[in-house]
């Protein structure tokens, strides 16, 4: 990163040099987006062909100390408070925000098993759940239908969104903690788990193993602890 100089004679800070137009473009278009955007939308508003992708990794290195940060999650960037000052954008109230148990399990299983159907989800969790479960993961934006299962009936399948990788500040399914990863937390026991049949779908094909085991009921105190923070945000 370019670091500002300073001379010992006249006392005057030098800045590094004014960027480019197109950088200029690139950083008010991102900055202006009321959502994360991707390269291509950002190449389809500038106003000349350029290295959207080389600006975009620049223009987060000078953004890298200041007051807010450029991240791209899931391939989409946009601006964010820096993350050692997000306790000054808090405010003292409390927020009723909590998932019941039934979601809870229900999202560990689609996290882990999308895309996944209502009937594998019962089937997983071992009991039927209520009508409005799915809606409430739907409402939220961190569950949406993603096609059809190619069998009798055609079932709807289940799978995340890119605001539940935002909200859980991950930037792809991988980044999601293994069975060996839970084991060592504590939160399963590893030595009960078939490693065999740990996580399908997307996660499986990110993480390129064949895993897979009940632990929704532990996996839920890790998405509680994140929702009790923002219960105290």
Known sequence: ??????????????????????????????FAALEPLDI????????????VLKTLNKLQIEYSTRGINLVCISKRWSFRTSENLSNLMSQEKTVEKKLSRAAIETLAIIVYHQPVTRAEIEEIRGVAFGTNTLDILMELNW?????RKEVPGKPIQYGTTIDFLSHFSLQKLSDLPTVDELGSAGLIDSANID???????????????????????????????TLEKDEDA
Request: net charge negative; no cysteine; proline share 3%.
């Open 143 to 147: 569950v949406k239908p993603q096609g």
């Open 40 to 51: 291509d939308t950002i190449e389809s508003k500038i106003s000349k062909k350029t290295d």
């Open 1 to 30: 990163m370019t670091k500002l100089k300073k001379d010992l004679k006249t006392n005057i800070v030098t800045f590094p040099k004014k960027l480019n137009d197109s950088e200029r473009e690139i950083e008010a278009i991102v």
């Open 195 to 225: 490693d065999a049949i740990f996580g399908t779908g997307k996660f499986y094909k990110e993480k390129q193993e064949e895993k897979k085991e009940d632990i929704y009921e532990n996996i839920d105190e890790m998405l509680s602890g």
